[in-house]
């Protein structure tokens, strides 16, 4: 069992920046995987950036150079910088957490860009 806690969402006008934190407790040593999604109202959730347990990490096109996913091990916690925000970055942000009893999804956090 994973329990996920996110924090950091807000309104920001754009080319702001905000920081995502995402507190993992319960099973952590298990988790293999760990990644940030977003959905945009009407459309399909779609994965934003994911790192592994190994460190290595993948971004989408759209965020490449302006996102930057990272961890902390000490404090068990996942952390999406997000710089240069556009109004399409707008969306529900869900952090995950892989696991080989199951997937994990926090409550989901508002993001929203807009002057």
């Given at each position: 069992q994973v329990q996920l806690v996110?924090?950091?969402?807000?309104l920001v006008q754009p080319g702001g920046s905000l920081r995502l934190s995402c507190a993992a407790s319960g099973s952590i040593?298990?988790?293999s995987a760990m990644g940030w999604y977003r959905q945009a109202p009407g459309k399909q959730r779609e994965l934003v950036a994911t790192i592994f347990s190994g460190g290595s990490t993948n971004y989408a096109d759209s965020v490449k150079g302006r996102f930057?996913?990272?961890?902390?091990?000490t404090k068990n916690t996942m952390y999406l910088q997000m710089n240069?925000?556009?109004p399409?970055?707008?969306?529900v942000y869900?952090?995950?957490?892989?696991?080989?009893?199951?997937?994990?999804?926090?409550q989901?956090?508002?993001v929203t860009v807009s002057s």
């Open positions: 996110e924090s950091g969402g807000g040593f298990s988790i930057t996913i990272s961890r902390d091990n240069s925000l556009k399409e970055d707008t969306a869900y952090c995950k957490a892989t696991h080989p009893f199951g997937t994990y999804w926090g989901g956090t508002q």
